[in-house]
């Protein structure tokens, strides 16, 4: 239902995340490098192949001139998340800038930079709007974030009132 | 199926383009002003209710520190579409960076500054993928903005091959 | 008095300095994580009755999107001061601009990126101006800071004058 | 109990909306023009005696390389709101920057570029912290904010409601 | 022997500099519309075929997510030249990264925000290294250019001259 | 056929990758250290040179304020190439500003930040125009750039594929 | 003694403020159209000799990739003011980082955006440390600045209590 | 005759390379920390003082909100050379922006981020200009500057030249 791909290999150090925020939810998801500029074919028969392949999202991973996520939606009618990949140089801001800034006509979808763990809760959240049951899945996954930031609030505080108790002790 | 919200009416100049876009595509859409910042109540309310309410996308606007598209995705497990409304200084940019740079586990999908339009036809994608009349709209959308681009195409070639011959005419 | 919120635990290597000069400056504070995303209701809750708790200024750090700071401005009449924290990327710019760029009726004082113990100084001087022991001891806590400087500086001026005599000597 | 100062007569037309919400909100306060860098010595004079005036918080704007929040702050204990007033370049990023990134030690309360009616609102909560009164009119403002959106809303829902109308009858 | 296209017709009031300086220099250009996100079918068979017909340097202008120059650079060995053209926001700074920051392999030969005219003489340049005539005329051009900066350098220092002689006249 | 200049010598650990392409591209190049501050008379005299001799594509790599490919290209009619190098502070942002934004009249051909790779590339790709067998060379770069994404495609397909049934055979 | 140099006569409208104030302070001065792009040789032969020509501080004033500051420094010894001039796009950041991000070895002494004023100043500055006559004057020159500003600063002053009876009053 | 002062004596880390090349260059200078916010009357009393002690140029640097340079520009009428000092982050660029974006009146001769060797030569420049000897010394420098250059160029030619040498071989 979700296919994830990004322009280079080196990418997936980023976009793994994406694959597995979709594997913990229980959604299905491909995987594949296409490149706007080194595979542009590829990437043409991709995009117009996606919707009758079955796929209802694509999340789309690039970096600097980052034009595939851009590309891929102008030849698809499904949504296109983009996800800006930093660089060596200018952390990502221009990445961001090439995904994010589309013409009228033809939109991305874009998370913030580095966020492809964002991609695949968004992509879930596309699809759970139509499947009551990945809704489910998606409101105890908020559920869980939000004990899991209790837990860490409340060991903050010991943590904190233990150092006071401690400089009182000293 | 669509909620828009804008966190001030003067934001409506710019989101009404994702209404205008929606009403073309046959897409049904309602307004409203929610402001995170001014009537947080009412954002909690609104975000809290939109999915038993019936409501598959929701589009949020706002400008400067821009919280109101983050905190309604942060109560609700609908996607939302946030739009980066640009004030009177910076030229958007803060407002682009405080809606895209969202934390890991509640996504924004970004759009342009100032791109409502294109968030009208991402929520139509997004309701598209389940929706095979409305994927068909859709492609004959895109048709026709290539479509269009060729007339245009057509009309520059046709002027500068004018103004050629008229210079050499001259 | 004060009340030490954050976003995430991982923003506590940040904002310890906050605490740290509170207790320097002998200002009871508390400390929290609070997420604008991830609990929403805690922060809602926690925003609401501060003021009846008996806080009288609320410190915030969040990065990124950073939403925590004005959320918390829009449910509450106390001063806020936010803390901007640096992420990985951007080197905090875009924390900043979520935190500052408030729009008209809900401002928040913003500190610099990473700013913590500016945050909690600046607490303290809000309070000192109604009390005015504490106003004795920011003085002294400013006389203090003067006189650290004279001292680097007469070291730095014996360094460097040591060193040219050593060059000369040579 | 405020005092509002200026690098700029020519600031005046960003700072006087500090000095109206406060005179909206009960608050007394003075205006003056105070540049750090053409009169030096009349800021430290200030700086130095505004305490003992009976000041309770300066509100300080600046354009540019922006020193006056900085350096008034540097000779007073009591807390300084700093003003970044946008000059014809730059949109009040210089503005932002030079009053904001203040070093440890002498803290700056920020607000956002050209953002004097928000400065006045800060200065009122600090004080509206330990007085009732005050607090009690904060309240009030605050709900008469979330009337105004919400009346603004209603007229917008009004205004897109009968656009539809308006078209379906045409 | 040159193409100079554009990703939209609003984009001619910037390129039709590129073609007017192409005209002056006596090298023949073509002008087309080809956008990359809206007619991408046309993209791809422009590029492909661009060789094969003759034409030797490529001009693609594009703004906001600029794609074009660096899609069309990928589906052809010609040098491509990309001129950012600057939209209504962000000054042309997000078309300039969008465009210059290409992958290793796939080079953008980039000129300066808006900088259509330099566009055309660049590939000039480029093709005046194979014919000496054109060289002939790039080497007039900059003495003209040489020439023009002496006059109004003339004419300045006139104009201060008497500027001085009128006021000590007066 | 190309020369490739810099600044200082400590710009060739980016500036290799130029001359590494164009040898593997089969294209003769020469190397030197240029410095448009520090050897201005060199510069002249290289600039004014270059055609004479041969050189029918120039590179040019500097950082910070880098005036070395613009002042080349006012002294030569042979296309420039400019490498924006990027030094220890701003990620090469003032590099790149520094090339692109030449005025009119002298153009540079800007590559991306830190770009020698594709510095070279461009410069065989001006060259391929008029020589037909380097055209060739430049038709099987690309398609090897293909076959190398492809095959790490099939890599990272297989990676993750194994992994999910690692992860099912726990 | 001063000779103000600028790339473009365009960059008049900015660079007049220069020779107005050294006017004012009866420091002598020369004007010239200097392009290091267009006049190259002249910008050379300008440099080289200025220092026996008497000059003992050049103001170089230019735009964009601005060069011509910094390769008037790279061939005379003499101090080299700087003074970024704004142009259409980038409100002259690009200007800025163009002049001041000089490698170590050739200083120019940068004035903000746009500040020919200043750099007059600055000049005035340099010579008055040998002139104590020019130091005499830049003395009354400063205490004219502060009266001035405390001109203003009463006026202001008497403007807002006026308001403020007009407002009782009425 | 040149004082070099800094904010922190975390500063002269950078700040050293001013004394370095001004002993390099045989000019006599003394250093001390003076900080604009932490011993504002010691910057008062060091900035009024400068003149009559025979000091002839200033060297400050300081980073973030940077007010040193500025704030002693306004309080003496000798040339000030700013140094932006980088700090962790934001690379420098709020210093760069808090020194150079001065007002009308009070200039700040800026260098590079972290340029402190060009303050000292820009120092010395200033001085050369009313020193002949000194004047020797510098021109003496800048052919140092270019013999250095020209034998790195020698150095990295060999090295190629061995290169291909060494790959031919083998």
Chains 1, 2, 3, 4, 5, 6, 7, 8 share one sequence.
Do not use: C, Y
């Not at 489910?136 to 209790?150: I, M, N, S, Y």
């Amino acid at each position: 239902q979700v296919s994830i791909i990004m322009g280079s290999d080196s990418d997936w150090r980023v976009m793994e995340a994406a694959k597995a925020v979709l594997d913990e939810l229980g959604v299905a998801s491909e995987v594949d490098v296409v490149s706007a500029h080194r595979t542009p074919q590829k990437m043409v028969d991709f995009a117009r192949g996606a919707a009758d392949r079955g796929v209802r999202v694509i999340i789309a991973g690039a970096g600097g001139a980052a034009h595939l996520p851009g590309m891929v939606a102008s030849m698809t009618r499904l949504p296109v998340i983009g996800v800006p990949v930093p660089l060596e140089k200018l952390d990502g801001l221009d990445s961001l800038l090439s995904i994010v800034q589309m013409p009228a006509g033809i939109p991305v979808a874009t998370v913030s930079i580095g966020g492809a763990r964002n991609a695949g809760i968004l992509a879930a959240r596309m699809l759970g709007a139509f499947d009551a049951e990945l809704g489910t899945r998606l409101d105890a996954f908020a559920a869980e974030l939000e004990r899991q930031v209790d837990g860490k609030a409340q060991a903050l505080r010991e943590r904190v009132a233990t150092g006071e108790r401690a400089e009182t002790g000293a």
